[in-house]
C-alpha cells in the first residue's frame, strides 16, 4: 500500500450529542456517516490507499459499505477520553475483537502523557498489553493513536517518550497515529524510537485539524522518512453535518462538500511528493 489518506468520522460521543441538541434521530447519525463513505469514495476514485476511521456502533453499516467498496477501514477499540485506558466493551478484550471483520485493522487511542502519575501509566500499560496479545492471537494489525497535548506540555521529545514506553512492553503498532509535532526534530525523534526497536515495520500517520494549516502540517511530517499518511476528520464534515441533520442540506451536497475538503487534503499531502526539493 503506498500510504494512507483516512477521512476520518469515528467520534462517538460528539456526534450523538450534536443530534440530540439539534432533536435529530441519533439513527440519523448512521446515514450521515455512510455519505461520508460516498465522499471518500467519491476522492479515491479508485485508487489504491484510501481509507476510513469508524466506529462499530453507527458506523457499523457504513463499516461495512466500505469494506464492501474497497476501502481501508480501521475501527476505534478504546472507551473515548478514557484515562487510564478503556476498551469500550467489558470483558475479554479478544473476544470483542472476535466479532469484527476479519479485515477491519484495530484503532486504540490513548490519552497519556509522560508525566502523568504512575498509576495512569501502569493502567495504560496492562491495557496496551493486553491489547496487542489479542490482536497478535487474531493476526490483526493494531493502529495506537498517541494523544498528549490535552494532558500537559508537549515538547520535541514527548510523543518519542511515550512510543519508546509502549514499545518496552512488547507492543508494536503497524501504524503509529500522531498529533503535529512542535517541529520536524520531534517526528526525526518520534522515528527514531521506532527504529530503534521495531525496524522496518511501522509506519506514522499525521492528523489534519485544519484545511488550511495542513500544507505545514504535512511537510514538517514528511521530513521524517516513516511518515506515510494522514486523517482527517472534523474539518471534513464539521460545515455538513449541521445543517443535513436539521434537514437544510441534500444528501447529494452533503457528499460534495466534503469530497471537496477531503480532496484538498489529499493534494496538500500528495503535493510534496509529486515535486520533491532537489
Same mark, same amino acid.
Given at each position: 500500500?503506498?500510504?494512507?489518506?483516512?477521512?476520518?468520522?469515528?467520534?462517538?460521543?460528539?456526534?450523538?450529542?450534536?443530534?440530540?441538541?439539534?432533536?435529530?434521530?441519533?439513527?440519523?447519525?448512521? %446515514?450521515?456517516?455512510?455519505?461520508?463513505?460516498?465522499?471518500?469514495?467519491?476522492?479515491?476514485?479508485?485508487?489504491?490507499?484510501?481509507?476510513?476511521?469508524?466506529?462499530?456502533?453507527?458506523?457499523?453499516?457504513?463499516?461495512?459499505?466500505?469494506?464492501?467498496?474497497?476501502?481501508?477501514?480501521?475501527?476505534?477499540?478504546?472507551?473515548?477520553?478514557?484515562?487510564?485506558?478503556?476498551?469500550?466493551?467489558?470483558?475479554?478484550?479478544?473476544?470483542?475483537?472476535?466479532?469484527?471483520?476479519?479485515?477491519?485493522?484495530?484503532?486504540?487511542?490513548?490519552?497519556?502523557?509522560?508525566?502523568?502519575?504512575?498509576?495512569?501509566?501502569?493502567?495504560?500499560?496492562?491495557?496496551?498489553?493486553?491489547?496487542?496479545?489479542?490482536?497478535?492471537?487474531?493476526?490483526?494489525?493494531?493502529?495506537?493513536?498517541?494523544?498528549?497535548?490535552?494532558?500537559?506540555?508537549?515538547?520535541?521529545?514527548?510523543? %518519542?517518550?511515550?512510543?519508546?514506553?509502549?514499545?518496552?512492553?512488547?507492543?508494536?503498532?503497524?501504524?503509529?497515529?500522531?498529533?503535529?509535532?512542535?517541529?520536524?526534530?520531534?517526528?526525526?525523534?518520534?522515528?527514531?524510537?521506532?527504529?530503534?526497536?521495531?525496524?522496518?515495520?511501522?509506519?506514522?500517520?499525521?492528523?489534519?485539524?485544519?484545511?488550511?494549516?495542513?500544507?505545514?502540517?504535512?511537510?514538517?511530517?514528511?521530513?521524517?522518512?516513516?511518515?506515510?499518511?494522514?486523517?482527517?476528520?472534523?474539518?471534513?464534515?464539521?460545515?455538513?453535518?449541521?445543517?443535513?441533520?436539521?434537514?437544510?442540506?441534500?444528501?447529494?451536497?452533503?457528499?460534495?462538500?466534503?469530497?471537496?475538503?477531503?480532496?484538498?487534503?489529499?493534494?496538500?499531502?500528495?503535493?510534496?511528493?509529486?515535486?520533491?526539493?532537489?
Amino acid at each position: 500500500m503506498n500510504g494512507l489518506r483516512i477521512l476520518s468520522i469515528d467520534h462517538r460521543v460528539p456526534l450523538i450529542e450534536l443530534a440530540d441538541r439539534l432533536g435529530a434521530p441519533r439513527e440519523r447519525l448512521a %446515514a450521515f456517516k455512510s455519505l461520508v463513505v460516498d465522499a471518500a469514495l467519491d476522492v479515491a476514485g479508485g485508487r489504491d490507499g484510501f481509507g476510513l476511521f469508524m466506529d462499530g456502533g453507527y458506523g457499523a453499516a457504513a463499516i461495512a459499505k466500505a469494506r464492501a467498496a474497497g476501502l481501508w477501514v480501521a475501527r476505534p477499540i478504546d472507551r473515548p477520553h478514557a484515562r487510564p485506558l478503556r476498551f469500550e466493551e467489558d470483558g475479554d478484550v479478544a473476544e470483542a475483537l472476535a466479532r469484527w471483520p476479519a479485515d477491519v485493522v484495530v484503532k486504540c487511542a490513548v490519552y497519556l502523557h509522560p508525566a502523568d502519575a504512575p498509576d495512569m501509566l501502569a493502567g495504560a500499560d496492562r491495557a496496551l498489553a493486553a491489547l496487542h496479545q489479542a490482536c497478535e492471537r487474531a493476526g490483526r494489525d493494531l493502529l495506537l493513536e498517541v494523544l498528549s497535548s490535552p494532558h500537559g506540555p508537549v515538547d520535541e521529545t514527548t510523543v %518519542a517518550t511515550l512510543i519508546a514506553r509502549i514499545y518496552r512492553l512488547g507492543v508494536r503498532p503497524r501504524w503509529w497515529l500522531i498529533e503535529d509535532q512542535p517541529r520536524p526534530s520531534g517526528w526525526r525523534r518520534c522515528g527514531d524510537a521506532a527504529r530503534a526497536h521495531d525496524p522496518g515495520r511501522a509506519e506514522f500517520l499525521t492528523i489534519a485539524r485544519t484545511i488550511k494549516d495542513f500544507p505545514e502540517v504535512s511537510a514538517s511530517a514528511l521530513s521524517e522518512p516513516l511518515a506515510a499518511g494522514f486523517c482527517a476528520g472534523r474539518c471534513m464534515f464539521a460545515a455538513a453535518i449541521e445543517p443535513w441533520l436539521r434537514g437544510e442540506m441534500a444528501d447529494a451536497e452533503a457528499v460534495q462538500a466534503m469530497a471537496a475538503n477531503f480532496a484538498a487534503v489529499v493534494a496538500a499531502w500528495d503535493a510534496p511528493r509529486a515535486h520533491p526539493v532537489a
